[in-house]
């Protein structure tokens, strides 16, 4: 089993557990919701690049809703089976879907009070590792200041370079790639100047 096919997997058993009416961390989206955008993301390639693309969104967000509007079990188990065969993400699954799969989960896990950063494998955190300085160059990339990214075990990486002042972010690669994607839910050092930290706190991280 993958990387990918297992977060695919800790998801899916998230969302049967959770139910669909469940909140998560994406704004008003209920893990209906979530699973609906997972569906579209793979298998409606038609309506997949509004995701990412400001001026396809509402096309996309139709497409969505009528997905949304199938039973929740039936999308689970489309989630569950992952893309389909004919779907470019099959053969890209191992590469694009560890972060995806990851942050999404994390998105259902965190929306509740009691939530605590699971165990991860040594594999997954180096994978995420990787995916998180290629995602922070792109959501520190309107830092007034430089951002570092640093692990407890020292590795570390520059997504914003920027004379003089600081932020250094310091964490596990899951919670570093969680912020990077825009989620505050998480277990993260700040160092630096209080008004820069407060400045990369308030970035808008999205892509």
Same mark, same amino acid.
């Given at each position: 089993?993958t990387?990918?096919?297992h977060?695919?997997?800790? =998801? ?7 139910g ?13 919701d ?5 569906v579209?993301?793979?298998r409606?390639l038609d309506?997949?690049?509004?995701i =990412? ?8 967000e ?11 079990r039936?999308?689970v188990?489309e989630?569950?089976?992952g893309?389909?065969?004919w779907?470019p993400?099959k053969v890209l /699954?191992? =590469? ?8 999404h989960h994390?998105?259902l ?10 165990m991860?494998?040594v /594999? =997954?955190?180096n994978k ?10 792109l ?11 640093v692990?407890? /075990?020292?590795?570390?990486t ?5 004379g003089?002042?600081?932020?250094v972010l310091?964490g596990?690669?899951?919670?570093l790639?969680l912020h990077?994607?825009?989620? /505050? ?8 100047d209080p ?7 308030g ?5």
């Amino acid at each position: 089993m993958t990387l990918a096919q297992h977060e695919r997997a800790e =998801l899916v058993s998230t969302l049967t557990a959770v139910g669909e009416s469940a909140p998560t961390l994406c704004g008003d989206w209920t893990a209906k919701d979530l699973a609906a955008h997972l569906v579209v993301r793979e298998r409606r390639l038609d309506a997949a690049p509004g995701i =990412l693309l400001p001026f396809l969104s509402g096309y996309t967000e139709k497409v969505q809703s009528n997905v949304a509007a199938r039973p929740y079990r039936d999308l689970v188990a489309e989630v569950a089976s992952g893309p389909p065969l004919w779907s470019p993400f099959k053969v890209l /699954d191992p =590469l694009i879907n560890v972060g995806e799969m990851f942050v999404h989960h994390e998105d259902l896990r965190r929306a509740k009070p009691e939530w605590a950063p699971r165990m991860l494998s040594v /594999d =997954l955190q180096n994978k995420l590792w990787s995916i998180a300085g290629l995602v922070g160059r792109l959501a520190y990339r309107a830092s007034p200041v430089g951002v570092d990214l640093v692990t407890p /075990d020292g590795r570390t990486t520059t997504v914003k370079k920027a004379g003089g002042r600081r932020v250094v972010l310091t964490g596990a690669p899951s919670e570093l790639l969680l912020h990077a994607f825009g989620r /505050d839910a998480v277990v993260l050092d700040f160092s630096g100047d209080p008004a820069d930290v407060a400045a990369v706190q308030g970035l808008n991280r999205s892509f």
